[in-house]
C-alpha cells in the first residue's frame, strides 16, 4: 500500500486556477478580428460591395436609359458623344447596359446558391444525422445528379425547359444542391460521433433540439464557406446560360447575353464587345478571393 | 482488392439508372406537350393520334420509360428532327470532335497545373506561390467562353495568326492532325478549353502538396538523410491521389462542359451539338447526347476512382 | 454502504436495495463483410450498491467503454436487462429509458470532444436542465451554480469557449454538466486518463466530495489501477468483454483471486527504486473481440492455464451479498477439476 497516492487536499480555491492571460474572443469574435486584419480580402471585399451597389442603384448612377437604341451611335468605341464605355450592336450605352446587367447576373449568381444552402443543407443536416439507410439514400439520390457535369445539367434542364431567368436560376439550383448536401453531410457525420452529441442525448433531448443547439453551429461553418466559393460558380454558370441564350430574354441587359450578342461585333470595337466579359470576370474573382479569405479567417478546411 | 472492384462496378449502374431517368424526364419537365417536338405545327388530328401511338405517347409514362431504355440499350436514339439522320450517328460524330479536343486540353491542363501547383506547393509561402495561385484563381474566376472571344480577337482579328472558328479549312469536318492548316484550329480551342482544369489542379495540387509536405514523414525522411530533391519526389506521390481525383473529375467536365467554348469558335463537337439541339427544339438529339456525356463521365469518375485506389490503398473503402 | 444520510425523495426501495442491477448484459456490433462480430460485452452481471463507487477496471478493449454506454441505454443491449432501485429498464412496468436518464448521468473520457466548441461553457451545462424542462434562466442559474461546485468560477469561466479551458477545468466542467440534471447515479469513463497526475489528484478529490455532498453513487470506470484504487469500495474486473472478478477493495487488492486480477496488480511500476520487476507480469497481446479464444479467455496468456481452461467457460463464484469477493476462474471452483484448485 506504500505505492498508493495518498491525497486529501482541500478544494482549490479560485485565485490558484490557471486563466489564459488575456480575455480571449469566442469564435466569432476571432473571425472577425482576423479578417480586420487582412487587407487583402477587406479590399477585396469592398469591391464586391461597390459591385452590389451599383446593380442596385443602377437607374439612378447610369448616364443613359439601357433600351434607348440609336441606329446612328452602333457600336461606337470608348468616349463617343459622352458614352464612356461606347455602345453596343443597337446603339445603346455600354456602361449603362452593364450596370443594369449586373442586377440579373448577380441576382442568378447568388439566389441558386442561397436556396441550395437552405435546402440541400438541410438535406445534408437530416441525413448526416439520422445516419444508416436514411443517409444512404439521400447521397445516393444527390449521387445520380454529380453524375452529370454541371455545365451539362444547367444546360440541360434550362434548355429542356425553355431558358428564361427563372429556369435558369432553378437549374443552377439543382445543380448546385447535391455538393451543398454532400458538404453539410459530411460536416454533420464528423460532428455526430463525437462524445457532447452523447452527452446531449443522455440528457434526455430530443433529436430536433439536439440538431438546433448543437449541431446547427458547428455545421454553419463549412457550409458558409462553401456556399461564399459557390457564388463565383454560379455567376460564372449563370452568365454561361444566358451565353447560350438559355437565360433572360433580350432586350434585358444581362452580361453573358451581352457578349453573345456583341460576339459578331469583334471585329468592329473589340474593345466594347469584351467588356461585358471584363464585368463577369472581375465579380467573380473579386468573390473568389472573398471567399478565400473567409477560409482562412474561419480556419477551416475543406 | 477484386471485390472492391466489382463493387464500385455494380455501384455505378444504378448510378447510371438514374441518369437515365434524369434524361428521360427532362422532355417531360419542358413546357408544351412532348408530342410538339416530334410532329411538325400544322398535322390533322388522326396524324397526331397515329404518331402518338407509333412514338408511344398513349401508354402511361413507367411504361414509355422502359421503351426508351430498351431502345437505347440496342443504342437507337431515334431519328434528330431537324437532321433526319440517326441520332447515334450524329452523336458519335461530335462527340469525337470533343474528344479530339479534350485529347489535348487534358494533358496540358495536367502538366501546366500541376506543375504549377506543385512549385506553388513546394515554395509554399513564397512570391513564387503567390504568383502561382494569383493566376490559378484567375483562370477559375475567367468566363473561359469570353477568354476564347479574347483570344479570337488577339490571334485572329488583331494578328491573322490563327482561325477564329471552325475545325478545318472550309468548314469541313474530317481531320488530319499532321497538317498545319488542320491542326491550327486546334490551338484556340484548347487553350481556352484548359484553362479552367488548370487553374483547379493548379490549386488542387498546391494545396495536396503543401499538405504532405507539412506531414511528419516528410522530417523523418530529411533526418534520414535524404537530398531535397528526393523528398520532393515523396512528397509528390504521396499528393498524387488527391490530384487524380480532382484531374479525373475535370476530364468528365470537359467533355460534357465543352459546349460554351464550342460554341464560341463553332466546333462540331458534342458541345456544339446539344446547343443546335436545344435551339431547334430537338428531342431526340437532346436526350441521345446529355444520356451519352453522361454515362461517359459516370465512366471516367468510375475508372479514376479504380485507378486511385490501386495508387492509394487507403481509399479502399467497406 | 454510507448510514445517516437523508434518503433522496426520488429513492424507491431503501438502502437495502441495490441502486442497479445488471444481469447478463450483452453486445456484439457486427463486422460489416464477414459473418462475425465483435464481442464487446459478453454476459455481464453485477450489482451497484446505494451509495457505493464501484469501480470497473480492465485493459482497452476489453469493453468497459461499451459497458458504461449498455448503463444509459446509450447503445441498446442485444441481451440482459437493467434494474434501477427495482425498476426494470425499458419494461412496461419498470422504468423508461428517459426518466432513467434523469437520475443516472455520465462523464465522459475525452475532455476536447465532450463540449461542443462553439458553445460557451456555462451553455454546455446549462443544456442538460434546459432539456429537462427548465426555462432559461433558471437552467442558467443551475449551471452557475454547478460551475463553482466544482471549482470554477462561473463568471470568470461561464462566458469561456472549450478551447479556452485547461485539460483539468474542461473535466470540471464536465462533472458539472453531468450534475447539472441532479443524478442519482454517476457513470464515469475514464474521466481522469487523459490528465496529468497533479490534476489528476485535484479532479478525484472533487468527485469524492461531490459524491459527499450530492449523495451520488458512482461506477467508475477505468484501466488505472491506482486511481480505481483511491476512489472505489468494490472493483469489477473485467477481460474481454467478461467479468473475470469482483469483491471490496482492499480484498482484491490484497488477496486477488484470478490470474488476470494478479497480473494487473503486479504490472503497476512501483515508485520505490528497492522494488524492480524482472520479468513482464503478463506476456502476449490481448487477443482479438471478434475472434475470442473459446473457454476461459484469458487461458492464452494464464501462466496456470490447463486442458479445463481452454474448454469450458469459467462462472463467478458463488454470490453472497454485497461484500463477496468471487472470480471467473476454474482454479477456484471445485467442480472444475483445475490441478490447483484449494491451493492458488
Not at chain 1, 453596343?88 to 436556396?115: A, C, H, K, Q
Not at chain 1, 429556369?167 to 463525437?194: D, H, K, W, Y
Not at chain 2, 434524361?23 to 416530334?38: H, K, M, R
Not at chain 3, 482479438?288 to 473457454?295: A, K, Q, R
Amino acid at each position: 500500500m506504500t505505492d498508493t497516492i495518498v491525497l486529501d487536499e482541500p478544494l482549490d480555491t479560485f485565485e490558484e486556477q490557471a486563466l489564459p492571460a488575456t480575455r480571449v474572443r469566442g469564435y466569432w469574435q476571432s473571425v472577425f478580428y482576423r479578417l480586420r486584419h487582412d487587407p487583402v480580402t477587406l479590399a477585396f471585399a469592398a469591391i464586391v460591395l461597390l459591385i452590389v451597389w451599383a446593380a442596385i442603384f443602377a437607374p439612378l448612377i447610369a448616364p443613359f436609359d439601357p433600351y434607348k437604341e440609336s441606329i446612328v451611335g452602333r457600336l461606337k468605341p470608348f468616349g463617343w458623344r459622352g458614352h464612356m464605355l461606347g455602345t453596343d450592336e443597337l446603339g445603346r450605352d455600354m456602361l449603362t447596359r452593364l450596370l443594369y446587367g449586373g442586377r440579373v447576373s448577380l441576382l442568378m449568381g447568388v439566389v441558386p446558391v442561397l436556396i441550395a444552402s437552405l435546402i440541400g443543407g438541410m438535406l445534408g443536416v437530416v441525413g448526416g444525422f439520422a445516419g444508416g439507410r436514411t443517409n444512404t439514400a439521400i447521397m445516393r439520390m444527390m449521387d445520380v445528379f454529380y453524375a452529370f457535369p454541371s455545365v451539362l445539367l444547367a444546360v440541360a434542364i434550362a434548355g429542356a425547359m425553355g431558358g428564361g431567368m427563372a429556369n435558369g436560376m432553378l437549374a443552377l439550383t439543382l445543380v448546385f444542391i447535391p455538393p451543398m448536401c454532400r458538404v453539410a453531410e459530411t460536416a454533420t457525420t464528423q460532428i455526430r460521433s463525437l462524445d457532447f452529441i452523447e452527452a446531449a442525448r443522455a440528457t434526455g433531448a430530443r433529436t430536433t433540439t439536439i440538431i438546433r443547439y448543437h449541431v446547427l453551429g458547428n455545421v454553419l461553418g463549412p457550409v458558409f464557406i462553401y456556399a461564399s466559393s459557390l457564388i463565383s460558380v454560379s455567376i460564372l454558370l449563370a452568365s454561361g446560360l444566358s451565353f447560350l441564350g438559355l437565360g433572360v430574354r433580350p432586350p434585358i441587359p444581362d452580361w453573358g447575353l451581352m457578349l453573345s450578342t456583341l460576339r459578331q461585333s469583334i471585329y468592329v470595337v473589340p474593345l466594347v464587345c469584351a467588356l461585358p466579359g471584363v464585368a463577369i470576370f472581375i465579380t467573380s474573382i473579386c468573390c473568389n478571393l472573398v471567399s478565400d479569405g473567409l477560409r482562412a479567417a474561419m480556419g477551416v478546411r475543406m | 482488392m477484386g471485390k472492391y472492384i466489382l463493387r464500385r462496378v455494380l455501384y455505378a449502374v444504378p448510378i447510371a439508372f438514374g441518369v437515365s431517368v434524369v434524361c428521360f424526364s427532362l422532355v417531360y419537365i419542358a413546357p408544351g406537350d412532348p408530342l410538339q417536338t416530334v410532329m411538325p405545327p400544322d398535322a390533322t388530328a388522326e396524324t397526331i393520334a397515329i404518331v402518338k401511338h407509333a412514338y408511344g405517347f398513349d401508354k402511361p409514362l413507367p411504361v414509355q420509360f422502359l421503351i426508351w431504355l430498351g431502345r437505347v440499350v440496342t443504342g437507337d436514339f431515334g431519328m434528330s428532327i431537324s437532321t433526319r439522320r440517326p441520332v447515334i450517328l450524329e452523336v458519335s460524330q461530335a462527340l469525337s470532335n470533343t474528344a479530339l479536343l479534350a485529347m489535348f486540353a487534358v494533358p496540358i491542363a495536367f502538366f501546366i497545373g500541376y506543375v504549377m501547383g506543385a512549385v506553388a506547393g513546394s515554395y509554399a509561402g513564397s512570391w513564387i506561390d503567390r504568383v502561382v495561385t494569383g493566376a490559378a484563381v484567375v483562370g477559375v474566376s475567367l468566363p473561359n467562353y469570353w477568354l476564347g472571344i479574347v483570344l479570337v480577337i488577339l490571334f485572329a482579328v488583331q494578328y491573322m495568326l490563327l482561325p477564329a472558328t471552325g475545325m478545318g479549312p472550309h468548314g469541313s469536318t474530317s481531320f488530319d492532325l499532321l497538317q498545319w492548316s488542320n491542326a491550327k484550329f486546334l490551338v484556340l480551342p484548347v487553350i481556352t478549353l484548359a484553362m479552367i482544369p488548370i487553374g483547379i489542379l493548379a490549386r488542387t495540387t498546391r494545396a495536396a502538396v503543401a499538405e504532405v509536405r507539412n506531414q511528419d514523414f516528410v522530417q523523418t525522411l530529411r533526418a534520414k538523410g535524404l537530398t531535397e530533391w528526393a523528398v520532393t519526389r515523396h512528397v509528390l506521390k504521396n499528393s498524387l491521389p488527391q490530384v487524380m481525383a480532382v484531374m479525373g473529375l475535370q476530364f468528365g467536365y470537359l467533355l460534357g462542359g465543352s459546349i460554351l467554348v464550342e460554341t464560341v469558335f463553332t466546333w462540331p463537337g458534342s458541345g456544339f451539338l446539344l446547343s443546335k439541339a436545344i435551339i431547334n427544339r430537338d428531342v431526340p438529339v437532346l436526350q441521345g447526347t446529355i444520356l451519352t456525356l453522361s454515362l461517359v463521365f459516370v465512366t471516367t469518375n468510375l475508372i479514376v476512382d479504380l485507378l486511385q485506389s490501386l495508387v492509394d490503398p487507403r481509399i479502399r473503402r467497406a | 454502504m454510507r448510514t445517516g444520510l437523508p434518503l433522496d425523495p426520488r429513492d424507491r426501495g431503501g438502502l437495502q436495495q441495490p441502486m442497479l442491477i445488471a444481469r447478463d448484459l450483452r453486445k456484439h456490433f457486427p463486422v460489416k463483410g464477414s459473418g462475425k462480430s465483435v464481442q464487446a460485452v459478453d454476459g455481464v452481471s453485477f450489482t451497484v450498491g446505494k451509495g457505493e463507487t464501484l469501480g470497473i477496471v480492465g485493459e482497452s478493449g476489453c469493453g468497459k467503454s461499451t459497458l458504461a454506454r449498455l448503463l444509459l441505454h446509450l447503445v441498446t443491449p442485444d441481451r440482459g436487462e437493467l434494474v434501477f432501485d427495482g425498476d426494470a429498464v425499458g419494461a412496461p412496468e419498470g422504468i423508461a429509458v428517459g426518466a432513467l436518464r434523469r437520475q443516472v448521468q455520465m462523464v465522459f473520457q475525452d475532455s476536447y470532444s465532450s463540449l461542443n466548441p462553439r458553445m460557451p461553457v456555462r451553455d454546455s451545462v446549462a443544456f442538460g436542465p434546459f432539456v429537462q424542462g427548465k426555462k432559461k434562466d433558471e437552467a442558467r442559474h443551475i449551471a452557475r451554480d454547478m460551475l463553482s461546485r466544482v471549482g470554477l468560477d462561473p463568471s470568470l469561466f461561464g462566458p469561456r469557449y472549450p478551447h479556452e479551458l485547461s485539460g483539468g477545468q474542461k473535466q470540471r466542467v464536465n462533472i458539472a454538466r453531468a450534475l447539472a440534471t441532479g443524478p442519482r447515479m454517476v457513470i464515469l469513463d475514464e474521466p481522469v486518463s487523459a490528465l496529468d497526475k497533479s490534476v489528476e489528484a485535484q479532479v478525484l478529490n472533487l468527485l469524492r466530495a461531490l459524491k459527499r455532498q450530492f449523495n451520488l453513487t458512482y461506477v467508475f470506470i477505468s484501466h488505472d489501477l491506482n486511481v480505481v484504487q483511491y476512489i472505489s469500495d468494490r472493483v469489477l474486473v473485467m477481460y474481454l468483454g467478461r467479468v473475470v472478478e469482483i469483491g471490496p477493495i482492499d480484498a482484491i487488492f490484497e488477496r486477488p483471486l484470478h490470474p488476470y486480477t494478479h497480473a494487473l496488480l503486479a504490472s503497476r511500476p512501483s515508485m520505490d527504486p528497492a522494488k524492480r520487476i524482472d520479468e513482464p507480469p503478463i506476456t502476449g497481446d490481448p487477443p482479438n473481440p471478434i475472434d475470442p479464444p473459446s473457454g476461459c479467455r484469458f487461458h492464452t496468456r494464464c501462466p496456470f492455464a490447463e486442458a479445463v481452461c481452454e474448454a469450458a467457460d469459467p462462472v463467478l463464484g458463488p454470490w453472497e451479498g454485497m461484500q463477496s469477493h468471487v472470480a471467473a476462474c476454474h482454479i477456484h471452483d471445485p467442480h472444475s477439476g483445475h490441478s490447483r484448485f484449494g491451493n492458488a
